[in-house]
């Protein structure tokens, strides 16, 4: 896997690359919503709440699908507030490696599914022990 991160003549980043180029198999994760395990939603209020069981719900998804948050090539977060984007950042720098960070969009959404979600994010990862 090879991080683009700022190509010459790009744009500053915070904390993601411009591209990332990879070989093997793609795991695609579905958005990943603030549910625990049970069903129930986590931290209505809580936008840093949200976003860590949005990233448990990530690790859980692509270790099943013989990947990890280290072989994420790209995320789209959806977010209903753009307020909520400080406590996104301090969550993913926590979980991410700042040093091979995976392509990013971001979104500023009118709503997701349920009204107390305040966050959804979706990836692209390589699963290197798939084959």
Do not use: W
């Amino acid at each position: 896997m090879e991080h683009f991160i700022r190509p010459e003549g790009s744009p500053p980043v915070n904390n993601y690359s411009h591209a990332v180029s990879f070989t093997g198999p793609m795991v695609v994760v579905s958005g990943q919503v603030p549910v625990d395990g049970d069903g129930n939603p986590v931290g209505k209020e809580d936008a840093e709440a949200q976003v860590r069981q949005v990233y448990a719900n990530l690790i859980t998804a692509l270790e099943a699908a013989g990947s990890g948050l280290e072989h994420v090539v790209k995320l789209t977060v959806y977010l209903t507030d753009l307020d909520d984007l400080a406590a996104f950042r301090t969550v993913r720098d926590e979980y991410q490696d700042a040093e091979h960070p995976p392509a990013c969009s971001l979104v500023r959404v009118a709503g997701l599914v349920h009204p107390d979600f305040r966050i959804e994010v979706d990836a692209l990862a390589v699963a290197p022990s798939a084959g």
